[in-house]
């Protein structure tokens, strides 16, 4: 038996756990995609072309870059979130996906950090298809740009590892309108996606630098514009850490959920 | 040798205990300081049909969660097929089949993707796995469907495809949590049919279930549990033979009903009265007869004692979920 050895990595066995969901995924993957990336896209054209006459450049690029790189990150969130959430949770107690999964040598190590590689998986093909159509544009300064992937993978990680822990408490789908109107709403209104942080107040500002969001766009911003990022490693840090710490807590939450 | 103490490490453990495919001992499970399974102790002998009995709520499914290391146990230890659960569940579990009471189909899927993909979570590529599935397909009575959704199925054949999805990794131990529940008599004697096959190929059978029918005809020994306790185990045959008697008449007629306490006083001869039926239990058929030539015209019914006669005389006839 191959899976017979003895434990070692945790989720060392997850990638069956990935593929299931790949290969669902491979066969809606038109209607998936256009609903998944069309929706960043109308925004980056319509705000881009709309308010980017109005505001003219923000620093040393112009809006329609600016917002560009913003919405890449805002995406990662939101694509990462969701699968975490409404599709993880139907997997869970609406299909029983895990349950035949647990019947295997699985664990449920395995399965919820399948899930959250697959989650970061689809936020990493969202965001690429939003590269593609930025660069496209014309919105791309350098071939930096294509650093921006491994750091929208990592943060749709972490953003699928923060969504694995509200799954762990959501009783039903309603439940997950709270952390989207609590959590990453105010996120995606103010990290910076839409205008500079700088126009917010202090107190906004210093918050924001708590969650990951912030930290994604002060990497992927001058990546796009084709320059090299400050500070990359302590951005890069507190996405990573984000990642490792609520992954820990979303498999520890899981396995006290259902292995009762 | 350092690789051969690695490997002696792998296999003593799965050969110590080796005829005893399930050892469970004074197994106990609390939820919420509730009493759920309460010091339960059995063994499954490797080629035996063994049938878990119990009305709703019994505990038999928290029995088999913990056995599949599911849930941990409270208090006791459980071995499956010479693995320490739940210490060694991932060995343990690739080695097991497992049909859940709850259908888990993929419903993404069709059915042979089904059986694909489930055979990847043991690790089994779908190259190695596609030669297989020919067998299991028609194992399932599902040849030329392989290409069908999951909710163009009927319940009888979703619960074939379920019971040949826990096949995939060709397992020592099925363990089946209500397999035919649900199921309209053709789907039930198919399955039935099947489960016979399986355990002619030398594989351990543990089912859960609450018709009585089903282990008598399956089961090579059952266990009773009763509110997480177990009541009685040994085989269909024997546990008839020493709770229940041999011959039961039951009465509906009004007027056999009304003058049946008579015959509690005949030798051998036990009464029990079920809303407007009344069962008459005689070790000997002949005095009941001679009583009822007495009221000709009268129809009753006639039968041997079975399972569910040992079942109610164990646990009450109370319903169990008020
Ligand atoms: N996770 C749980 N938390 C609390 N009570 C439970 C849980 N699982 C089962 N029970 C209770 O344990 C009892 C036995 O349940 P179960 O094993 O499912 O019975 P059966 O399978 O025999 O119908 C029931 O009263 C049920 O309500
Ligand atoms: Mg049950």
Redesign the pocket.
Known sequence: MPLGGRYSIPGRYAWPVWLRNFHVWRKLMVPSLLGNFGEPVLYLLALGYGFGRMVGRVGQISYIEFLASGILCSSAMTAASFEAMYSAYTRLNVQHTWAAMLATPLGVEDVVIGEILWAGSKALINTTAILIVAAALGLVGGWTALLALPVALATGLAFAALAMIVTAFAPSYDFFMYYFTLVLTPLLLLSGVFFPLAELPHGVVLTMQFFPLVHAIALIRPLLAGTVPQQAWLHGGVILAYLLVAGGVAVWLFRRRIL? | MECSQGLARVLIPAVAGASKAVIVEGLEKR??G?M??DDISFSIDRGECFGLL??????????L?MLLAH?PPSAGRIEVLGYSMPGEARAARARIGVVA?EDNLDPDFTVLENLLSYARYFGIKPRAMRRGTSALLEFAALEGREGARIHELSGGMQRRLTLARALVNDPRLLVL??PTTGLDPQARQLIWQRLRSLLASGRTLFL?THYMEEAERLCDRVAI?DG?RLVAIGSPHALIGEHVEAHVFEFTAPDLVSRAADLARLEGVHIERVGETTLVYARSPEPVRAWLSGCAGEQYWYRPGNLEDVFFRLTGRDLRDR
């Open positions: 009762r | 939820y919420a509730r759920v399974v119990g009305p709703n709520g019994a505990g038999k499914t928290t029995v969660r849930t009471q949590d209500e859960t549990i997480g």
